[in-house]
């Protein structure tokens, strides 16, 4: 299987920044995911393979941006303006081949281990 590894999350308080970073060396369509204590997981936002199209849902949208750098194989999420209801685990996650809805977590091949986003006020 492609081994992704997330880094970046952490504690920090309402209104900060935090960028998470995904190794990919694949360099494949990738998606972030979070899932809160108790819930689902949830879509976030996701990346074409060039990076040249991203997609966010709605709660997220002008205040996380996602981005990567293939020369680093790594994608990016940057999280701005956070907010206590983001305190989740974030999960990367990529497809050879999107075959599906990219916000459904299925429509993914590869999953990492996450990386913990705590919010508090």
């Known amino acids: 299987q492609v081994q992704l590894v997330e880094s970046g999350g952490g504690l920090v308080q309402a209104g900060d920044s935090l960028r998470l970073s995904c190794v990919n060396s694949?360099?494949?369509?990738t998606g972030w995911f979070c899932q809160a204590p108790g819930k689902e997981r949830e879509f976030v936002a996701a990346?074409?393979?060039?990076?040249?199209?991203?997609y966010y849902a709605d709660s997220v949208k002008g205040r996380f941006i996602i981005s990567r750098d293939n020369a680093k194989a790594t994608v990016y999420l940057q999280m701005n303006g956070l907010k206590t209801e983001d305190t989740a685990v974030y999960y990367c996650?990529?497809?050879?081949?999107?075959?599906?809805?990219?916000?459904?977590?299925?429509?993914?091949?590869?999953w990492g281990q996450g990386t913990h986003v705590t919010v508090s006020s």
């Open positions: 996650a990529t497809t050879r081949l999107l075959n599906g809805d990219y916000e459904n977590p299925r429509s993914y091949e590869y």
């Open positions: 694949a360099r494949t369509f």
């Open positions: 990346i074409t393979r060039s990076g040249g199209n991203t």
